[in-house]
């Protein structure tokens, strides 16, 4: 198992360009979620999907689309990059909604100038 | 919004010396975790309690949910340089999300 593994690990935006983050589990996990960190704020939670083809607003979904079209994957996409999203973005998964067990991916590093 | 204050910020100490680190909120939640994170890495899960009161140890490390489920503790006995680390908190909101807290900075001097 590699369990959630995520791309990039590092990239450089200009401010007002796109992109995704990707995000695979192979734990046939129905809950995944993104969280962004920033120092001295611990993660905060962005979006969040219960299973596939379900996604919800987490508390910082601003500026940030999600969707789940199968189990195993669940991209983060940045519509219009601004300074403000340079953080480390992390997903994560779990059995589901009532499973405490919580695995995160190494993360990838955002900088946008 | 749920919040959950970590202290200290920062710990630097000995090797072999004792420490404990507290996770506070003014809310309660249904369960409270604790998480170590590397450099680099993704925060791992190191426990999860959820009875008031309860208390779990993990070989040095041992872990406390307060009665009235609004706060933890985590005290590490004997560290060790392995221990070095960002301890994170986060707590269940009784729906099906975590508030995590910012984080206590752990340094283990050999």
């Known amino acids: 198992n590699a369990g959630v593994t995520q791309t990039p690990k590092f990239q450089v935006l200009k401010t007002g360009q796109s992109m995704t983050l990707q995000c695979a589990q192979d734990m046939n996990h129905e809950y995944m979620s993104w969280y962004r960190q920033d120092p001295g704020m611990g993660l905060r939670l962005i979006h969040y999907?219960?299973?596939?083809?379900?996604?919800d607003q987490g508390e910082v979904p601003n500026g940030y689309n999600v969707s789940r079209s199968t189990t195993e994957d669940f991209p983060l996409r940045l519509l219009s990059a601004a300074p403000s999203q340079t953080s480390v973005y992390f997903c994560?998964?779990?059995?589901?909604?009532?499973?405490?067990?919580?695995?995160f991916g190494p993360g990838t590093r955002l900088t946008v100038t | 919004t749920q919040l959950l204050e970590q202290s200290p910020q920062f710990l630097s100490i000995q090797e072999g010396e004792n420490l404990t680190v507290y996770c506070n909120s003014s809310?309660?939640?249904?369960?409270l975790q604790w998480y170590r994170q590397e450099p680099g890495e993704g925060p791992v899960l190191l426990v999860t309690v959820v009875t008031g009161g309860e208390v779990k140890k993990l070989k040095r490390l041992t872990f406390q949910f307060g009665d009235a489920r609004k706060d933890s503790s985590l005290h590490i006995t004997a560290a060790q340089p392995g221990d070095t680390g960002l301890y994170l908190c986060a707590g269940e909101d009784y729906g099906q999300n975590f508030v995590f807290g910012p984080g206590t900075r752990l340094s283990v001097l050999p």
């Open positions: 999907s219960v299973g596939a083809g379900i996604t």
């Open positions: 994560a998964s779990r059995r589901g909604v009532a499973s405490y067990e919580q695995y």
């Open positions: 809310s309660v939640f249904s369960s």
